[in-house]
């Protein structure tokens, strides 16, 4: 795991891409910066009843195509650099899926494992009083991250409303159902990626139904990816999470892992598998790698020694640039976080639209304009990779996104 900042990462990403792009420095410059960070130190009470400072932020990275749009992470290593490229990303993976929204993130730097539900509560409310100011339905909403899901975003929900005297479930999305949420969103983000590496193995004239699988990181992601890439009949032969991973060459079952993670807290252990670590697993000699965990899981050194033929990113920013380069030079195709992973957010705007709308879609309407999204974005990233020449599917994103976003922002005009 490399220590490589992700804004640095996300900034290198945007010039990569503008390099091949008729749009001036100025406004490439503005897109390579958040037009609002908040910062907060949050002090909560805990049980004993005495009082935490929790660092918390939310980034506004770029609202040209709608509200901003992004989740919200719990976890010990957030910075407020992480939040600012993690927001950046968001507007990107908006606008190469083609949804009204900008980006943004948030942040609280804390590790969930170590409060009570009482305390997480009270962590978590007192971040919506002060974010209350900025989000809204057509301002900026949140959503899950890492270490988030449906209980904090219907926390989220309630201070809103209970502040704003309104309903207004829009406010936030990846609700449980009875709170607003949206049928498929649990699964969505696991879904696009399976989508994904389904279109890339179809473009590379393979067949998914043959590849074998690894997928490092099985929180909701990588399982959820896990699950429906052996439904295609792929074979899932090693998964991971931070103690630890399982190797069977003969082919895991995904959902029996997730249900062992889920009683014994990790997926090691688990039935009769070898053990390997996340190294390991990355540079197994699979058809398709899936990291699904946090950024920075490969970089230039261990890319070297990645043996997959295709990496599915179900993670935000698991390959540094340098990690970049190498796969580009080896020809191992990369398809990128912002559309790997962008199924999360696609079905969180079916959410909104659908809170907007006071009327409910169900499952298979859901995963229908799921699919639709998805392989319509595949397709304009790989009519962007093959006429502009370009490196890779990356870049190839970031091109049509940078693109998008330029466009919106020209046709708005400048204040005289
Ligand atoms: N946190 C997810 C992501 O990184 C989902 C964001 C959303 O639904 O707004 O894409």
């Not at 103690?243 to 090691?268: C, F, I, M, Q, W």
């Not at 006429?387 to 940078?402: E, G, K, M, Q, W």
Request: net charge negative; proline share 4%.
């Amino acid at each position: 795991m490399s220590d490589v900042n992700p804004f640095e990462s996300l900034q290198e990403q945007v010039d990569d891409a503008a390099a091949h792009l008729d749009v001036g420095d100025d406004v490439i410059d503005r897109l390579k910066h958040p037009e609002r960070v908040l910062e907060l130190n949050l002090s909560v009470e805990l049980d004993d009843g005495t009082v935490e400072r929790f660092k918390a932020f939310r980034s506004q990275f770029n609202g040209d195509r709608g509200p901003y749009k992004g989740g919200i992470r719990y976890h010990p290593g957030v910075t407020r650099d992480e939040v600012k490229a993690l927001s950046g990303w968001m507007a990107y993976k908006c606008a190469i899926v083609d949804i009204p929204y900008g980006g943004g993130k948030g942040g609280i730097v804390v590790d969930p494992d170590e409060y009570s539900t009482d305390e997480l509560e009270r962590v978590t409310r007192s971040f919506a009083t002060e974010l209350r100011p900025l989000i809204g339905p057509d301002r900026d909403i949140p959503a899950p991250d890492v270490n988030t899901g449906q209980r904090e975003m219907n926390w989220i929900k309630d201070t809103y409303e209970t502040l704003e005297h309104t309903t207004a479930p829009g406010v936030i999305t990846g609700k449980a159902i009875s709170s607003g949420g949206s049928a498929g969103r649990v699964e969505a983000t696991g879904r696009s990626t399976m989508i994904a590496a389904r279109e890339a193995f179809e473009y590379l004239g393979g067949d998914i139904s043959e590849a074998t699988v690894a997928v490092q990181g099985y929180g909701n992601a990588g399982s959820i990816a896990a699950y429906l890439l052996e439904d295609l009949g792929a074979t899932v032969v090693a998964v991971s999470d931070s103690s630890g991973g399982v190797y069977d060459p003969d082919g895991l079952d995904a959902r029996a892992v997730k249900a062992h993670k889920n009683e014994t807290g990790s997926v090691t252990g688990y039935g009769d598998t070898e053990a390997c670590t996340n190294e390991e697993l990355l540079t197994l000699d699979v058809d398709l790698l899936v990291p699904a965990a946090l950024e920075n899981a490969i970089d230039g050194d261990l890319a070297e020694e990645v043996e997959a033929d295709v990496i599915a990113e179900a993670a935000n920013g698991p390959l540094t640039p340098a990690a970049d380069d190498v796969l580009t030079d080896r020809d191992v195709l990369v398809i990128p976080d912002i559309l790997a992973n962008a199924g999360g957010v696609t079905v969180s705007y079916f959410e909104w639209v659908q809170n907007r709308q006071r009327f409910a879609w169900t499952e298979s309407r859901v995963n229908e304009e799921l699919e639709s999204v998805i392989t319509s974005a595949f397709g304009d990233l790989v009519d962007a990779y093959e006429s502009h020449d370009l490196p890779n599917f990356r870049t190839a994103a970031y091109v049509v996104a940078i693109q998008r976003i330029v466009d919106a922002y020209s046709e708005s005009g400048n204040w005289p």
